[in-house]
């Protein structure tokens, strides 16, 4: 049988692919490779993949009906999905909010029609983010806790996910398990985000907009704890009525944004040109998991601290782009 895996050249699909392939799974990735960043790094992530045996590349967008649902009578064969193709990036869904209705809701639909087409399916699990808290206050962010107060078309649209995927694993009986996945960073990752995005601007001394003059909180978590948690949650199929769940996955730990920063610093071996700026629109300042429900559930426990994970993300960094 096959894992789909939806988004497998980007960050966390490559990451999870190479995870599942290590364990025997066959995986059919699907990607549309589109140019939200630069495509050399997600061809690198792709070529690696293709060098396995156990893994093909089938090209399409989540977006696309036909070529989706499509999908149950070309690979009947697919018997779990992992869906992490989406329009990614708070600060994007400000100038293009078009991109994430397509991707994030008519995506989340037409994997849904997929799943419920599916003879053999036994799980679904799809991503959603640490973003549909929104302007929740009370730390640490639970599962529990109420998500009606989206700050971003992003978290919108991966809170209209989790709904439309309850509804369907009422209506259909489809095992459906959402994951909140909170700031990820590690080797391999997306150049707009917060590592990749200060690591590169110290490497070649330019400077760093600092939101929210430095008073910001993130729940970092590396790539490891994550594929971990995502493959724990893909074997564990929800038995509830209807069977569907969600969980956060995160490091359960809050880190200052300066101490990242410092952190970064001291890993490179050279200080950052700082610039402190106001707060971003769609931006939260602090995030941080409560991972109590994963734990339980899943045996879900992150064990690497910015200390150890952000020297092995420069270190590839470094290698990947020659940097001395």
């Known amino acids: 049988m096959t894992v789909l895996v939806t988004g497998a050249a980007g960050f966390i699909g490559s990451h999870v692919s190479h995870a599942l392939l290590d364990r025997g799974d066959d995986v059919l990735g699907l990607d549309n490779m589109n140019d939200y960043y630069n495509l050399t790094l997600k061809e690198a992530r792709l070529r690696r993949l293709e060098l396995r045996d156990g ?11 036909d070529a ?8 009947p064969e697919i018997d779990r999905i992992i869906h992490l193709a989406a329009q990614a990036g708070v600060r994007h869904s ?13 995506g989340q639909l037409n994997i849904l029609e997929l799943a419920r087409a599916l003879p053999d399916l036994r799980h679904l699990a799809y991503a959603s983010s640490s973003s549909v808290y929104g302007g929740n206050t009370d730390v640490p962010f639970s599962v529990e806790d109420r998500v009606e107060k989206p ?11 989790e709904l439309m995927s309850y509804c369907y694993s009422h209506l ?19 150049p707009d985000m917060s590592a990749y995005i200060f690591t590169k601007a110290i490497f070649e001394g330019k400077l760093i907009k600092v939101f929210n003059n430095g008073d910001m909180r993130r729940d970092f978590t590396f790539i490891d704890d994550i594929v971990a948690g995502v493959l724990a949650a893909l074997d564990h199929v929800p038995q ?14 809050s880190e200052p944004l300066m101490r990242f920063i410092e952190v970064l610093e001291q890993a490179i071996g050279r200080e950052a040109i700082k610039e402190f700026a106001p707060m971003q629109p769609g931006d ?28 092995r993300f420069v270190e590839w960094f470094r290698n990947y782009h020659g940097y001395n």
């Open 172 to 190: 259909y009986g489809i095992p459906a398990t959402g994951l909140r996945f909170f700031t990820v960073y590690g080797p391999w990752g997306r």
């Open 68 to 75: 989706i649902v499509g999908l149950a009578k070309r690979v």
């Open 55 to 65: 893994f093909r590349l089938l090209k399409a967008d989540v977006s696309d009906k």
């Open 284 to 311: 939260v300042k602090e995030t941080y998991a409560d991972i109590g429900a994963s734990q339980r559930e899943l045996g879900f426990e992150p064990v690497t601290s910015i200390d150890e994970g952000l020297p």
């Open 151 to 161: 700050v971003s078309l992003y978290a919108a649209t991966k809170r209209a996910g």
């Open 94 to 106: 400000l100038t293009d909010p078009h991109a994430y209705t397509a991707a994030n809701i008519e």
């Open 240 to 253: 509830g009525t209807p069977p569907q769940t969600v969980y956060n996955l995160g490091n359960n730990q």
